[in-house]
Antibody, heavy 121, light 112 residues
């Protein structure tokens, strides 16, 4: 069965960076993409970006351009999301979700369990 | 970006009664391949989102048939024929036709 298992909760100071991992199993990793979606406390869902696990192509939300980098390691079927220059409003649960091999049309059929990132001084 | 507008945002429902959530998009969601990439997600308290419906009206595996999706173009609806206790949570529509994918604000379903 398809599973996406994410790394554990993080607490970071403003200005620091965080790197969240998402280990996939139960399917051919390089046949899909991975999207990252975040959810601030009590808020809705915000798509952050997408990476093709086939060729590493990425597409990021405009508001995060320059602060976010998404990568994959096909040898371990793991996707990573790094967010830099953290601010308090980056405090959120970060989810990875299996996506299409192309950025559009977008879909998220399986989700990880989420990683809480808290940014606090 | 395509704006997805859900209504209502809060939905108190009596057990066993039907429920309906509307989702409207600011642009047509018909993709160049003829499909409409409108999905519905359920997020139970403390859990990750779970996809219920894809491409407007297709059930994901394991989704009870009391859930149904319909609509076309810019207007879509998720219906629950008889609400059960396990249906409590927040429901989101999401469009994947246009980059970037965008979600509705969410509709919180609670039991009266």
């Amino acid at each position: 069965q398809v599973q996406l298992v994410q790394s554990g909760a993080e607490v970071k100071k403003p200005g620091a960076s965080v790197k969240v991992s998402c280990k996939a199993s139960g399917y051919t990793f390089t046949s899909y993409g991975i999207s990252w979606v975040r959810q601030a406390p009590g808020q809705g869902l915000e798509w952050m970006g997408w990476i093709s696990a086939y060729n590493g192509n990425t597409n990021y939300a405009q508001k995060l351009q320059g602060r976010v980098t998404m990568t994959t390691d096909t040898s371990t079927s793991t996707a990573y999301m790094e967010l830099r220059s953290l601010r308090s409003d980056d405090t959120a649960v970060y989810y990875c979700a299996r996506s299409n091999i192309v950025v559009v049309p977008a879909d998220f059929d399986y989700w990880g369990q989420g990683t809480l990132v808290t940014v606090s001084s | 970006d395509v704006v997805m507008t859900q209504s209502p945002l809060s939905l108190p429902v009596t057990l066993g009664q039907p429920a309906s959530i509307s989702c409207r998009s600011s642009q047509s969601l018909v993709y160049s391949d003829g499909n409409t990439y409108l999905n519905w997600f359920q997020q139970r308290p403390g859990q990750s989102p779970r996809r219920l419906i894809y491409k407007v009206s297709n059930w994901d595996s394991g989704v009870p048939d009391r859930f149904s999706g319909s609509g076309s173009g810019t207007d879509f609806t998720l219906k629950i024929s008889r609400v059960e206790a396990e249906d409590v949570g927040v429901y989101y529509c999401m469009q994947g036709t246009h980059w970037p994918g965008t979600f509705g604000q969410g509709t919180k379903l609670e039991i009266k």
